[in-house]
């Protein structure tokens, strides 16, 4: 399966035009925003579990990071609520499931193999001011390839970047407009490296998850890491 897989172009995606889709586990759906590859992919995804539902056991080969967008998301490790962000390495395992559902952005077989780093970030409060006019951002997490973090756009801000290595983000809430498309709660956007980012934040403000610099040979990179993985 290829959705949204030309890493050239732009694309996103939007909560109201989207169906969910079941997974092969009773309860759990899910609304594919880019995918190459059957069940085992290079995938971002929103994921719902509806309450009292779980995954059985599973090692993430190629790691997994995910946002919980609501509800509070379960597994060996501790129970996440709203806002929390996790990296499971690749060669982790867990069983994920939750008690009062919820939903989380997902994204599978995006690490570089030899990423040995946890990540288990709660919500909090703290945005640091000054990153641009109208901007408030907090990190997650940064390496040499990648800088994950939330940022919160006051209403109407310009924010206009060059995004050399690409940008991907998903709004949280509050929303923008970008050329004639209007981005709301929910919305996902992939810029492509080379391209610029310039939006319009709408009156109530925005809250956006926000990643760059991982777009750069995106699909040979994960080409090369599933090979690597099977050998």
């Not at 940008?167 to 996902?188: C, I, N, P």
């Amino acid at each position: 399966m290829e959705h949204n897989a030309n890493f050239s172009q732009r694309a996103w995606s939007h909560d109201r035009d989207t169906t969910w889709l079941p997974s092969p586990m009773p309860g759990v759906s899910r609304r594919v925003l880019d995918r190459i590859g059957a069940e085992v992919a290079r995938a971002t995804s929103v994921v719902r579990y509806a309450p009292g539902s779980s995954f059985s056991p599973h090692t993430h080969t190629g790691g997994e990071e995910f946002l919980v967008l609501d509800g509070v998301f379960s597994d060996e490790h501790g129970d996440f609520g709203p806002g929390s962000y996790i990296r499971n390495p690749p060669g982790s395992s867990h069983q994920p499931g939750s008690d009062p559902g919820c939903t989380i952005l997902v994204k599978l077989w995006q690490f570089d193999l030899d990423d040995r780093t946890t990540v288990r970030r709660v919500a909090t409060d703290s945005f640091v001011s000054g990153v641009e006019a109208g901007v408030s951002a907090q990190a997650l997490h940064a390496d040499d390839t990648e800088s994950v973090r939330l940022e919160r756009w006051e209403a109407g801000a310009i924010i206009d970047r060059e995004v050399p290595a690409g940008l991907e983000l998903f709004v949280l809430d509050g929303g923008f407009a970008l050329e004639s498309e209007r981005f709301d709660a929910h919305s996902w956007l992939r810029i492509p490296p080379a391209d610029r980012f310039h939006a319009t934040v709408g009156e109530d403000g925005a809250r956006v998850w926000l990643k760059t610099g991982h777009l750069r040979d995106a699909r040979a990179r994960f080409e090369d890491a599933f090979v690597r993985a099977q050998l």
